[in-house]
């Protein structure tokens, strides 16, 4: 399994290096514009109809203040703002990583 080698907030952006060798750099603002919590993204009911989320927005200025592993599957950050719900999986930061 692909995990984190090492996490580190370089200028406005969070390096990740992967136990494989690659690396990505993700910028603060689209990190937090991708939040995969509920309070961005919405939840849908049983009935299929989506519940809350915002929307694509604009988080420039938003930075990244400190960040947390999650059992050995994901990343949780804190940002500025005060975000800090969004469970980050590996394979999600990855392929936000690969869109850059």
Same mark, same amino acid.
């Given at each position: 399994? /692909?995990?984190?080698?090492? +996490?580190?907030? /370089?200028? @406005?952006? +969070? #390096? /990740?290096?992967?136990? %494989?060798?690659?690396?990505?750099?993700?910028?603060?603002?689209?990190?937090? #514009?991708?939040?995969?919590?509920?309070?961005?993204?919405?939840?849908? %009911? /049983?009935?299929?109809?989506?519940?809350?989320?915002?929307?694509?927005? *604009?988080?420039?200025?938003?930075? +990244?203040?400190?960040?947390? @592993? +999650?059992? *050995?599957?994901?990343?949780?950050?804190?940002?500025? %703002?005060?975000?800090?719900?969004?469970?980050?999986?590996?394979?999600?930061?990855?392929?936000?990583?690969? @869109?850059?």
């Amino acid at each position: 399994m /692909i995990s984190p080698a090492n +996490v580190q907030l /370089i200028g @406005q952006e +969070v #390096a /990740i290096v992967w136990n %494989d060798g690659r690396e990505s750099f993700l910028p603060f603002s689209r990190l937090r #514009a991708a939040s995969p919590s509920a309070e961005t993204q919405g939840e849908r %009911d /049983i009935f299929g109809q989506q519940h809350g989320g915002h929307g694509p927005r *604009n988080f420039e200025g938003v930075s +990244v203040t400190g960040w947390e @592993q +999650v059992g *050995n599957y994901a990343l949780r950050f804190d940002f500025s %703002d005060g975000h800090r719900t969004g469970l980050y999986t590996y394979d999600y930061l990855q392929k936000l990583g690969s @869109q850059t």
